[in-house]
């Protein structure tokens, strides 16, 4: 016989398959702007000693709870020592309370995961009203007698390098939440990157999960959490070439030839593409003799003209991509490129109907880096540069975007690294176009409108 039913057993179940949203903050450098741990150990140490583990740990030979384990002996302060050093030197991102108040509106769950000190992070919530927050982080414990000892619960026996093992956290957490979204900055977020959902990177993580291939994506502060989180991107605006074509070869060949015509040194095509991706025009000026301006661009365009078409292909995984983005969003094309040779290109590779707008240079404006194409391009498909995103795979990609207010997603391509384009801090960096219709999709689906600062 079937036990009689229980309503309290049915809410129960239900209430366990429902999965939230869970954002882990780093503290030091992410939610308080300044990192504090390593000024509050060594204002607080009697023991000249320290420097000996402290270069041990910038060595990469010991962790974080090795270092903790060997000063803390060595520090002495008073608890109104700690506190007057909390407020001297920790400071709250001004935007986090709102960001917090955002968040629990729409029951996402924030929790803090540091590598810091419990403490630090109390005292400095308490001066300024945040509450009911749980804190992950190494105990710091201040005694009577000026003594102090750090205790690090949260580290992984397997491990043993930081205090805090923000992977481990995110492993405990996994099957509670549906999602989780890491915020954070520096070293001890690493590992935990790997396994986020999603990577929201400040400073140094970000060049770090854009050389490793992690997916994340650049903020500035808690001001732009929510706006990263819930972005829905009404035009996409992509660079022609190395970003949906293949047309090196052939630019490369037609440079050369007018360096032969016109008695210059020929260049590689490495050279040949990172020294000539501002527009032709541009370019001649700049290098060429000015006698030789106007020749060298009759010369170059007679012969690209014979050219062109045979030895310009799709990128790898372009026209996937353009086809998986069809329809669920305006496209368009910003290119140095003059603008005759990339319609008649995209005409030619079969992806002109899908472009709402085509620019390239000589088409009436400054061409990248300046800020003009850009703000005719959204100004003529009824957009705006907020709700745009710009796609391309060089540095002054990045440099025209920015001028005009607009995001860029940089492609990783053949002619610049991951590396090089996170220097100039783009909003993401892909390791490849198939991986941009992801990357356009919001992070979290809510409803209710975003706040604004």
């Keep these: 016989m079937s036990p009689p039913y229980n309503s309290q057993d049915r809410v129960s179940k239900e209430s366990s398959a429902i999965k939230k949203t869970l954002i882990l903050c780093d503290f030091d450098g992410t939610v308080s702007i300044k990192d504090t741990v390593n ?110 000892e750090i205790r690090s619960e949260h580290f992984n026996p397997a491990c043993k390098t930081c205090g805090t093992c923000k992977l481990s956290v995110i492993r405990k957490f996994r099957q509670e939440y549906d999602k989780i979204v890491l915020i954070g900055d520096g070293e001890s977020d690493r590992h935990a990157a790997t396994e986020a959902d999603t990577v929201l990177a400040l400073g140094d993580l970000f060049f770090y999960c854009a050389t490793k291939k992690i997916p994340a994506i650049r903020i500035n502060g808690f001001h732009e959490v929510s706006l990263m989180l819930t972005r829905s991107v009404d035009a996409v605006a992509f660079d022609l070439d190395g970003t949906l074509i293949d047309s090196f070869d052939g630019i490369a060949e037609a440079f050369n030839h007018m360096f032969s015509q016109l008695g210059y040194p020929s260049m590689t095509p490495q050279e040949v593409i990172r020294k000539t991706s501002v527009s032709l025009i541009d370019f001649v000026k700049s290098y060429l003799r000015p006698d030789h301006g106007e020749l060298g661009i009759k010369v170059f365009r007679d012969y690209y003209d014979t050219i062109f078409l045979e030895k310009t292909f799709m990128a790898p995984g372009a026209m996937e991509t353009l086809n998986k983005l069809n329809g669920s969003l305006i496209q368009g094309i910003v290119s140095n490129k003059r603008g005759r040779y990339a319609r008649i290109l995209a005409e030619h590779l079969g992806f002109a109907h899908k472009m709402a707008k085509i620019l390239g ?12 194409m850009f703000h005719e391009f959204v100004r003529s498909v009824g957009s705006t540069v907020e709700k745009t995103i710009y796609v391309g795979d060089a540095p002054i990609d990045i440099q025209g975007a920015r001028a005009a207010g607009m995001d860029t997603y940089a492609v990783v391509g053949p002619f610049f690294s991951a590396e090089e384009l996170a220097l100039h801090k783009p909003r993401r960096v892909l390791s490849h176009i198939n991986e941009l219709p992801a990357a356009l999709e919001p992070v979290i689906l809510l409803g209710g409108p975003e706040y604004k600062n």
Excluded: C, Q
């Design 39 to 148: 000024r509050l150990i060594r204002t607080h140490l009697e023991d000249p000693h320290w420097r000996f583990y402290v270069k041990r740990y910038l060595l990469g030979e010991i962790g974080s709870k090795a270092v903790y384990e060997a000063l803390a002996p060595m520090m002495r302060m008073t608890r109104s020592d700690f506190e007057r050093f909390v407020f001297e030197h920790a400071e709250l991102d001004p935007h986090f309370p709102r960001f917090l108040e955002w968040a629990r509106l729409r029951n996402i769950d924030v929790k803090i995961v540091s590598d810091g000190f419990d403490e630090t992070i109390r005292t400095l919530f308490r001066h300024h009203g945040v509450t009911g927050l749980d804190i992950i982080a190494n105990s710091l414990i201040i005694k009577d007698d000026g003594k102090v």
């Design 361 to 372: 240079a000589e088409d009436g404006f400054k061409a990248k880096p300046a800020a003009d």
